[in-house]
């Protein structure tokens, strides 16, 4: 019997080409596709959990309470340390501290020219990170390894940068900033799974301690480690979280604040080591991290494409169905029964199936390296073939099957003998209105994700046409790296000026895009308007090169003669301070008394997730990290030799090391560019899936009204006619499907939308465009199979059947 049935399946894959090419087809983009965005989805819902600890990490974080809440991942460099003193339920605390301004590193191989690099990924780390982080060691002893002074221990990609395949134990690596000499004590491989932690080098906290002062080093306030804590196996989050409080008034009242005034301005939440990638937005990220939304719209994807291609698997099969009328009328005159029916369609159902599963990994074979670069991931051919993931897909692909199978085989184990051995084929059946409905599902889903491609689309060109209120073309940052460099900085400032191409150059000590730092501005004599702000440090030029306008009072000048240092505000900032006549008003920061010179018309600064925060400048280019180059013409790649070469004469051994301002700015979208590209991607697959199936369901409609299309046309029916008349039906359903999706989409859309500061109004003529993309490729669909069938000799026609 099973042997009977896997010959039947065989013969109608072969008899039925077409019907079997579509079907297959659809159902290997479907499972290829969702395949995709599972492994894409389970990558990100995995970060962190290689940890042998993962369950009992916690990276303890900061709220700062006030007119506007600041959450910091970063926290004061003792807050870890004191917290495990006094929370029995701490077994083990691990602190990172990210080296400021980026390392340049250097090696000269015996024999050989130096190597010197930029390493912006990298961190002073305790010793107790190897075993908090299971540190993967290859080489050295991960006992000692970040014990010692002046130890440093690399990734293998650095290891293999600096020395190629030399053992890196022991060899000396020269800091270029700070002059000192590092000793390579261990190599490590990269993690085997997606974590947050990224860094290429670590270098041992011991280090750190003994060059930095001590005050800075035991700062209640100042948010510059990432601190760790490991709780004991008996303990529980909350057992930690009800002793905060007690804590933090313990921990800040040292700072001479009363235990109201903590309660009332200060939280110190602890954050699940697994939560940080998916729902971690807070000031001083070690990183950019994703969003929980993401997952979410990327797992709706996937369902949506396996269900659209479900669809078409079931609208294939049951048009198909009619074809094998008599088959199933002989079958049930010879005693076959219902049950026998139902497991034999059933089985050329998994059959199928199975032969799309496997066409299906061949596509996902070819795609995983356009989708890595589309999506910026790194899934591999090999992810898939774990054990979860293999019974994953078996009981995906059985579930498709039995989904996309049953309805057909219960469908066709019901129809009556003698009408199947008479094979009429009627319109009218019951399951003509399933097929319907199923279309409409199709189309809905393709419009939904046509209109969200749009709305994607939009935002992201808003993102790139709005005016932030500064210039950024032509705009080139050159670093500023290390003592010598900042020491010559004004003989280098004066270089670049000498070249006609550049017109100006102005000192800045933070781009635009970059987090900027924040602390407290106090006007004079006002104490309870002190406000928490954002800082810049620049020259007189800044404003200039970046074409940043004035609303109220100067520009810094060259030399300032007041004793006060000059501040200008923008006009956020202004009134966070409430401040009606600004400038020419007193400011206190940091112990140090300024003057207000000018109030900045608001620019941003920062990405349009959020509106415009208030700003300081300060005049102070000593405190500058960047020189901005204004460049006029097109002969940027000679200016920027110039500048190198200018560089190198003035600086000898500085790395030349430059960004263009309007690529940094574009980057700060880099998450949403990426996942509107896949979603557009998907959106296409999506279509043309569900086209797959009404180009099927259209060839089987012309062929079951091939006689009634003869009569027409002896009757004078015209090509145009007969076209309309076998493409109308199809494109109601299109039609309705846009129209019941619209509201959906529309409330989805906004939703989204609302994640931003500054979102686009999704306009009428949205909704248009996607009706009339979606009709325009359904009506290409259709009219291939309509035109062939009004064209054809109404001799023929009347033949048929």
Same mark, same amino acid.
């Given at each position: ?47 962190d959990k290689g940890f042998s600890k993962a369950d009992r990490i916690f990276r303890v974080t900061s709220d700062n309470i006030g007119e506007k809440t600041r959450q910091w991942a970063a926290t004061s460099p003792i807050l870890g340390v004191e917290m495990q003193k006094e929370i029995p339920a701490i077994q083990t605390v691990a602190r990172f501290h990210r080296p400021y301004p980026d390392r340049v590193f250097s090696y000269v191989p015996s024999g050989g020219a130096i190597k010197q690099f930029e390493e912006k990924s990298g961190y002073f780390a305790d010793s107790t990170v190897v075993d908090v982080f299971d540190l993967p060691f290859v080489k050295g002893d991960p006992r000692t390894a970040l014990k010692q002074i002046d130890a440093i221990v690399l990734t293998e990609a650095m290891a293999t940068k600096y020395f190629g395949n030399e053992d890196p134990i022991g060899k000396r690596i020269q800091d270029d900033l700070d002059k000192r000499t590092l000793t390579v004590t261990g190599v490590i491989r990269s993690f085997s799974f997606p974590t947050h932690l990224q860094f290429d080098y670590l270098i041992s906290m011991a280090t750190y301690y003994r060059y930095t002062d001590k005050k800075d080093l035991e700062n209640r306030s100042w948010s510059g480690f990432y601190n760790y804590i490991v709780l004991n196996n008996s303990a529980s989050r909350s057992d930690v979280e009800a002793r905060i409080p007690e804590f933090m008034v313990k921990f800040y009242e040292a700072k001479g604040e009363t235990r109201k005034e903590i309660l009332a301005s200060r939280r110190t939440p602890i954050q699940p080591i ?49 074809? !094998? ?6 079958? =049930?005159? /010879? *005693?076959?029964?219902?049950? %026998?029916? +139902?497991?034999?369609? #059933? ?110 689309? !939009? ?6 046409? =709005?005016? /932030? *209120?500064?210039?950024?073309? %032509?705009? +080139?940052?050159?670093? #500023? ?321």
């Open positions: 019997m099973l042997s009977n049935y896997f010959t039947i399946a065989r013969r109608n894959v072969v008899r039925y080409k077409l019907n079997s090419t579509l079907t297959i087809t659809g159902l290997a983009l479907g499972l290829a596709c969702g395949l995709l965005m599972i492994l894409h989805v389970r990558e990100e819902l995995s970060y697994t939560d940080i990638h998916l729902h971690s937005r807070l000031e001083k990220e070690m990183g950019p991290n994703s969003d929980i939304t993401y997952v979410y719209v990327f797992s709706i994807a996937a369902l949506f494409i396996l269900l659209i291609a479900s669809v078409n698997f079931i609208n294939m099969a049951t048009a198909q169905a009619f074809n !094998r009328m008599k088959e199933v009328g002989v079958r =049930k005159v /010879l *005693g076959a029964r219902k049950e %026998q029916l +139902v497991r034999q369609f #059933l089985g050329e159902s998994f059959i199928l199936t199975l032969i799309a599963a496997s066409v299906a990994f061949l596509l996902f074979r070819l795609a995983i390296p356009f989708y890595n670069e589309l999506a910026a991931k790194n899934l591999r051919f090999g992810q898939p073939f774990t054990l979860s993931n293999v019974v994953l897909m078996v009981l995906l692909t059985v579930l498709i099957s039995l989904i996309a199978g049953f309805y057909p085989a219960w469908f066709i184990s019901n129809f009556d003998p003698v009408t199947s051995l008479k094979g009429k084929k009627s319109q009218a059946s019951s399951v003509t209105l399933v097929r319907k409905g199923l279309i409409v599902f199709q189309f809905s889903v393709s419009v939904f994700m046509i209109f969200s491609t749009i709305v994607v689309y !939009r935002q992201m060109k808003f993102f790139q046409t =709005k005016e /932030l *209120g500064f210039d950024q073309d %032509q705009v +080139v940052a050159v670093k #500023l790296y290390g003592k010598e460099m900042w020491d010559k900085a004004n003989a280098i400032q004066q270089e670049f000026q000498k070249n006609s191409a550049i017109t100006n150059v102005a000192r800045i000590s933070t781009l635009p895009g970059d987090r900027f730092s924040t602390d407290m501005l106090t006007p004079v004599g006002r104490p309870d308007d002190a406000s928490q702000l954002r800082f810049m440090w620049a020259d007189e030029n800044t404003l200039p090169v970046l074409q940043i306008g004035l609303k109220a009072g100067r520009n810094f000048v060259r030399k300032e003669e007041n004793a006060h240092f000059p501040v200008i505000l923008n006009e956020a900032a202004a009134k966070a301070l409430k401040l009606d006549s600004p400038v020419g008003q007193k400011v206190v920061s940091l112990g140090d008394t300024g003057e207000i010179v000018g109030i900045a018309k608001d620019f941003h600064f920062a990405s349009l997730h959020s509106t415009v925060e208030p700003l300081v400048i300060v005049q102070h280019p000593g405190q500058a990290n960047y020189f901005l180059l204004k460049i006029k013409g097109s002969k940027l790649a000679e200016t920027l030799q110039f500048a190198q070469s200018s560089l190198a004469r003035l600086s000898p051994g500085s790395l030349f090391i430059y960004t263009f301002l309007d690529e940094k700015m574009a980057r700060l979208y880099d998450s949403e560019q990426r996942v509107g590209n896949v979603l557009n991607v998907f959106a296409v697959f999506a279509m043309f899936i569900s086209c797959l199936g009404l180009f099927g369901l259209s060839a089987y409609a012309a062929q079951v009204r091939t006689k009634e299309v003869g009569i027409r046309k002896v009757l004078g029916a015209t090509v145009s006619g007969i076209i309309v008349l076998l493409s109308r039906d199809f494109l109601r359903l299109v039609l309705l499907a846009t129209v019941l999706t619209s509201p959906l989409a529309w409330w989805a859309m906004t939703k989204w939308l609302q994640s931003f500061a500054y979102p686009i109004a999704i306009e009428w003529w949205m909704f248009v465009l996607t009706a009339l993309l979606t009709v325009s490729v359904a009506v290409l669909t259709i009219s291939f199979q309509s035109i062939r069938a009004a064209v054809m000799n109404p001799v023929k026609s009347l033949r048929s059947e």
